[in-house]
């Protein structure tokens, strides 16, 4: 799988990243002209006007843009703004997680299932501000043995298994908050690859670009789990949980 790798920040959709650094005088104004009204959306509207990205850049991608876009302070959503770096992102959720009440172990296995499912979309809602992507429902079913969740692009659910929710086991419960946060970080990706890139590192979304449109998603059914799991979507979002949660058990148990 070494040569899945190789060349992948040297392709067809690393062209562009940086291909305009600059915005002209009329640029400024045209968007400027729309700053002062507090309209987000036609703000956001304005500025993905004069792009030709498909899906569009964060707006404020530019830094020409971003500093007149200061004006508008917090009038903006966040899904429309550039991401935090990774290593933001894993701090600030894993702290998140320390605040929200039922969360911790001892809170947890007092809870009913109900208060369970509260707390994870309430999890999950925080998480979506952090990543600026737009929340997803959170679901319940019953997966089998062996199956935790999956993520749902067509209707953004993010779906976990129900006997793992209502388990009161540590692993279980650990497990529950790693579906969620990899789940999670799939939405984030379907969001950057279709909606609006908003991951600060062009590289990455590049691979994410290859695996989706180019080679294809790699499902264990057809290709075997080693497949699966080097896949940079999945390499990706298994990397991403592990660390929030490493970061948030530290210390803890």
């Given at each position: 799988m070494m040569e899945y790798y190789n060349g992948l920040e040297s392709n067809e959709f690393s062209e562009g990243i940086e291909k305009k650094t600059f915005v002209t005088k009329a640029e400024k104004a045209y968007i400027s002209e729309v700053l002062g009204t507090k309209d987000s959306t036609a703000i956001v509207a304005r500025i993905d006007e004069l792009s030709t990205d498909v899906p569009p850049k964060a707006i404020d991608f530019n830094k020409e843009i971003a500093s007149l876009l200061k004006s508008a302070g917090e009038d903006i959503s966040p899904i429309y703004?550039?991401?935090?770096?990774?290593?933001?992102?894993?701090?600030d959720i894993?702290?998140?997680?320390k605040t929200i009440e039922g969360l911790d172990f001892n809170d947890w296995k007092e809870l009913s299932f109900d208060e369970r499912m509260s707390v994870l979309q309430k999890l999950e809602e925080?998480?979506?501000?952090?990543a600026h992507r737009p929340f997803c429902e959170l679901v319940a079913k019953d997966l089998g043995n062996g199956h935790?969740?999956?993520y749902?692009?067509?209707?953004?659910?993010i779906v976990i298994n129900s006997d793992v929710i209502k388990s009161n086991s540590f692993n279980d419960y650990r497990?529950?908050?790693?579906t969620l946060v990899?789940?999670?970080?799939?939405?984030?990706?379907?969001?950057?690859l279709?909606?609006?890139?908003?991951h600060p590192r062009g590289g990455e979304i590049s691979n994410w670009k290859l695996n989706e449109f180019s080679y294809g998603y790699q499902d264990v059914g057809h290709y075997g789990f080693r497949a699966y799991a080097l896949q940079p979507l999945e390499a990706d979002a298994r990397a991403f949980a592990e660390d929030v949660l490493n970061e948030f058990f530290k210390n803890r148990v």
């Open positions: 703004l550039e991401a935090p770096q990774d290593c933001i992102q894993i701090k894993s702290e998140e997680m925080q998480i979506s501000v952090i935790f969740g999956y749902s692009k067509n209707s953004n659910l497990e529950t908050l790693d990899h789940e999670g970080r799939h939405a984030y990706q379907n969001y950057n279709y909606e609006r890139e908003v």
